[in-house]
């Protein structure tokens, strides 16, 4: 194998998304593509015993979260380059992936003109990014702006509960309240995040890292 070719690693939830890449960098004298892996377990096992240069990483796994393992992958393995692959368009997600450690994100809809470029920006040090990404990032959100809520450690404690599904007559149970107590928490939380139901309130909790 040519020492001057990328060895690069596809981690991706969907096989075929995983043969659809391959096929598309076949052709690109500087990639060496060697290998495919479906879950975030397999791509650190790998890493043990294998160097890889770059890493092109979708965000969505069954294992465990693409923002988790960025920053796990850049501990085990701080000289590989990351650059998150995903149809998550949150600008609260593209900056946590940066934060942890990746040196650039694309949507899936992105050419392959532009997976080049971007490939080329993250090997000069540069911070790169699709053009409909650096559009999302020029324009954040009125709630973005806003920035996170901030919650009393009573609400987190709640928040948390609801994100396991539990409902409001368990969670007074486990923390002794009443579960009228509970419903004024989850009315509280839900205006806090200016959601409209529970599983707006989750989803938005998840973007902002707090679950």
């Not at 598309?24 to 096992?45: K, P, R």
């Not at 609801?162 to 989850?186: C, M, N, W, Y």
């Not at 200016?194 to 679950?211: P, S």
């Amino acid at each position: 194998m040519p020492t001057d070719k990328l060895i690069t690693a596809l981690v991706d939830d969907h096989p075929i998304v995983i043969e659809g890449l391959k096929m598309l960098l076949q052709n690109e004298t500087n990639l060496q593509v060697v290998g495919g892996f479906c879950t975030g377990a397999d791509i650190l096992s790998y890493l043990k015993i294998n160097q890889v240069d770059l890493v092109l990483l979708d965000i969505s796994l069954p294992d465990m979260n693409g923002l988790e393992l960025c920053r796990l992958i850049k501990r085990q393995s701080v000289s590989t380059v990351i650059l998150m692959l995903s149809n998550r368009t949150e600008r609260s997600i593209i900056m946590q992936s940066i934060q942890n450690g990746a040196s650039g994100y694309l949507l899936k809809n992105s050419s392959l003109e532009e997976l080049r470029h971007c490939i080329y920006e993250a090997l000069q040090g540069k911070i790169a990014y699709s053009k409909e990404v650096n559009e999302i990032i020029s324009h954040p959100s009125p709630s973005e702006l806003r920035g996170i809520p901030k919650l009393t450690r009573r609400e987190k404690q709640i928040l948390q509960l609801i994100a396991e599904g539990k409902t409001s007559q368990t969670i007074a149970d486990e923390l002794f309240l009443s579960p009228l107590t509970v419903d004024t928490h989850r009315k509280n939380l839900i205006q806090k995040f200016e959601v409209k139901n529970v599983a707006e309130l989750i989803m938005v909790a998840n973007q902002q890292d707090l679950l």
